[in-house]
């Protein structure tokens, strides 16, 4: 067997309940060795949320599923009854390609998703809603209460670089995400 995997739409917002409905139908139909594996691809973020740090998952590709199947030989009949599962389930979109006919991802291309999703399960994500050029107040630290802005934005050590005006001088100051709020 060839197992490759494919991008498939579906309703946004929706993708987890679609997911459960895939496994669910494809168990009842005993396609299990035509489609192993349905994933929402997603990546853990630290996100900031009334002065509190919570870790939530953040799909990578809304209105999207991954499904690693079998579908080499579009004429052999437990194929055909996948496809036609799959596209029975209500949400399900279609399978991205042209024509309606499924185009595989490359494995570069699924190695760097799932690469991506085992990363941040790890270690989360930072997700900072700051931009270069936002003006920041500071909350905390030997510059609390200065106004500056953002020169660097640094998620993946959730690091902010500000400059703020002291004495009527710019100084860049390094600081953490938390340390600082839009104005």
Same mark, same amino acid.
């Given at each position: 067997?060839?197992?490759?995997?494919?991008?498939?739409?579906?309703?946004?917002?929706?993708?987890?309940?679609?997911?459960?409905?895939?496994?669910?139908?494809?168990?009842?139909?005993?396609?299990?060795?035509?489609?192993?594996?349905?994933?929402?691809?997603?990546?853990?973020?630290?996100?900031?949320?009334?002065?509190? =740090? #919570?870790?939530?998952? #953040?799909?990578?590709?809304?209105?999207?599923?991954?499904?690693?199947?079998?579908?080499?030989?579009?004429?052999?009949?437990?194929?055909?009854?996948?496809?036609?599962?799959?596209?029975?389930?209500?949400?399900?979109?279609?399978?991205?390609?042209?024509?309606?006919?499924?185009?595989?991802?490359?494995?570069?291309?699924?190695?760097?998703?799932?690469?991506?999703?085992?990363?941040?399960?790890?270690?989360?994500?930072?997700?900072?809603?700051?931009?270069?050029?936002?003006?920041? #107040?500071? #909350?905390?630290?030997?510059?609390?209460?200065?106004?500056?802005?953002?020169?660097?934005?640094?998620?993946?050590?959730?690091?902010?670089?500000?400059?703020?005006?002291?004495?009527? =001088?710019?100084?860049?100051?390094?600081?953490?995400?938390?340390?600082?709020?839009?104005?």
């Amino acid at each position: 067997m060839s197992f490759k995997w494919y991008f498939v739409r579906c309703q946004s917002g929706r993708e987890d309940s679609i997911r459960k409905q895939l496994e669910t139908r494809i168990s009842v139909k005993g396609l299990q060795d035509i489609v192993p594996q349905i994933l929402v691809p997603f990546e853990r973020v630290t996100e900031l949320k009334g002065g509190k =740090r #919570k870790v939530v998952s #953040k799909k990578l590709y809304p209105g999207y599923l991954m499904v690693q199947a079998d579908l080499s030989d579009p004429a052999e009949t437990r194929a055909i009854e996948a496809r036609s599962t799959l596209r029975e389930t209500p949400g399900f979109g279609d399978f991205l390609g042209s024509r309606g006919e499924p185009t595989p991802l490359t494995e570069t291309q699924v190695s760097g998703i799932l690469a991506r999703m085992s990363d941040s399960e790890e270690r989360p994500q930072v997700a900072i809603s700051l931009r270069k050029g936002d003006m920041v #107040k500071i #909350k905390s630290g030997a510059f609390d209460g200065f106004d500056g802005t953002v020169d660097e934005v640094n998620p993946d050590k959730g690091m902010v670089k500000v400059t703020v005006t002291i004495f009527g =001088r710019p100084t860049p100051v390094e600081l953490e995400y938390w340390e600082v709020e839009s104005v």
